[in-house]
């Protein structure tokens, strides 16, 4: 994870050398996140999570927005006559999206619509289902890919971001033969999140 730190680091360096309009957006939000697949008689539902992080925003109208956040998701398992579970993970996430503002922001404007796409790597802290009976049989992947798209809203100073992820890459796998669902499952992720846009260059 080191080496994704770094490069990320260098990716930020080189680029402000390249394009005339850099902002620094710090950011906190919520995610909502559920699963693509649940054991046979479960059903899943989205719970409330969060991220804090921030992110480089490099170019003009067309622009790069490499970023990096600490979260917390959780997925609620439910199954008649039996207590609900929720399943935790924690970690850090890499989203680097590329996107177009309506309005040139070299003219700044009060007011900006963005659309933003892009890749996503996220790095597991944690993994916990609340009752411990599975922790130990499902082994969680450590590292998994995304897709983000998504909208943004430039007001003042300030921003709005909202957007969705879908996984492409596989949560976990299992050693019970009843749980092979486990196999297959993946992560898709509603996030919102709300920050201040400081410009470095202009």
Do not use: C
């Amino acid at each position: 994870m080191k080496h994704f730190i770094f490069a990320f680091t260098l990716l930020f360096a080189t680029a402000g050398s390249v394009f005339s309009q850099v902002e620094v957006r710090p950011f906190a939000g919520v995610n909502f996140s559920d699963v693509t697949e649940t054991p046979e008689g479960q059903s899943s539902k989205a719970k409330l999570g969060a991220q804090l992080g921030a992110s480089v925003m490099i170019g003009n109208q067309l622009y790069l927005n490499p970023g990096i956040a600490w979260f917390s998701r959780s997925t609620q398992y439910s199954q008649v006559g039996a207590a609900d579970i929720d399943q935790t993970i924690n970690g850090v996430i890499i989203p680097i999206h590329v996107g177009y503002r309506f309005v040139d922001p070299t003219t700044s404007p009060f007011l900006n619509f963005r659309i933003f796409a892009g890749p996503s790597l996220m790095f597991l802290t944690k993994t916990e289902f609340s009752d411990g009976a599975l922790n130990e049989e499902v082994d969680w992947q450590d590292t998994q890919w995304g897709a983000q798209a998504g909208i943004g809203i430039d007001i003042s100073m300030f921003f709005i971001d909202a957007g969705y992820e879908w996984a492409l890459s596989n949560a976990a796998t299992n050693s019970r033969g009843d749980l092979g669902v486990f196999n297959d499952i993946r992560n898709n992720t509603f996030f919102v999140n709300v920050g201040v846009r400081l410009t470095l260059a202009q």
